[in-house]
């Protein structure tokens, strides 16, 4: 088995439509949300070497020093499976996309460090 890491994408359109949601309408789908992610781990618990979760502002550190920057990662969690096909199985229909405002889940490999 691999372990693989998976990362929640979404974008800022997509939030500003969740954003402008009536309070009622976002907290049921939160509700939903919450529930249906729960469900899908208590299904995938085997997989998931590591829960992961929300993923704060980001900055990148080069040559010239530390920026503020955004990007589309929103979570993360690292499963094991036999292949990538099957890592990104385990992610089809997944709340993020279905229930909450996410773009997708992006899944690589975890690579060992070159000896």
Same mark, same amino acid.
């Not at 994408?9 to 439509?17: H, I, K, R, S």
């Not at 618990?45 to 990007?71: A, C, F, M, W």
């Given at each position: 088995?691999?372990?693989?890491?998976?990362?929640?994408?979404?974008?800022?359109?997509?939030?500003?439509?969740?954003?402008?949601?009536?309070?009622?309408?976002?907290?049921?789908?939160? @509700?939903?949300?919450?529930? +249906?992610?729960?469900?899908?781990?208590?299904? #995938?618990?085997?997989?998931?070497?590591? !829960? *992961?979760?929300?993923?704060?502002?980001?900055?990148?550190?080069?040559?010239?020093?530390?920026?503020?920057?955004?990007?589309?990662?929103?979570?993360?969690?690292?499963?094991? @499976?036999?292949?990538?096909? +099957?890592?990104?199985?385990?992610?089809?229909? #997944?709340?993020?996309?279905?229930?909450? !405002? *996410?773009?997708?889940?992006?899944?690589?490999?975890?690579?060992?460090?070159?000896?």
């Amino acid at each position: 088995m691999k372990n693989f890491l998976a990362i929640y994408t979404g974008t800022p359109e997509a939030m500003a439509d969740w954003n402008h949601l009536p309070e009622a309408e976002k907290s049921k789908r939160q @509700a939903e949300g919450m529930q +249906a992610w729960k469900d899908w781990g208590a299904r #995938h618990q085997k997989s998931i070497v590591e !829960p *992961g979760g929300p993923l704060g502002y980001t900055k990148r550190i080069g040559k010239d020093g530390i920026t503020d920057i955004h990007n589309a990662m929103a979570a993360f969690t690292i499963v094991k @499976a036999a292949s990538h096909e +099957a890592a990104a199985q385990l992610f089809m229909d #997944h709340p993020h996309f279905t229930h909450f !405002p *996410g773009a997708g889940v992006e899944v690589m490999e975890c690579l060992p460090i070159p000896a």
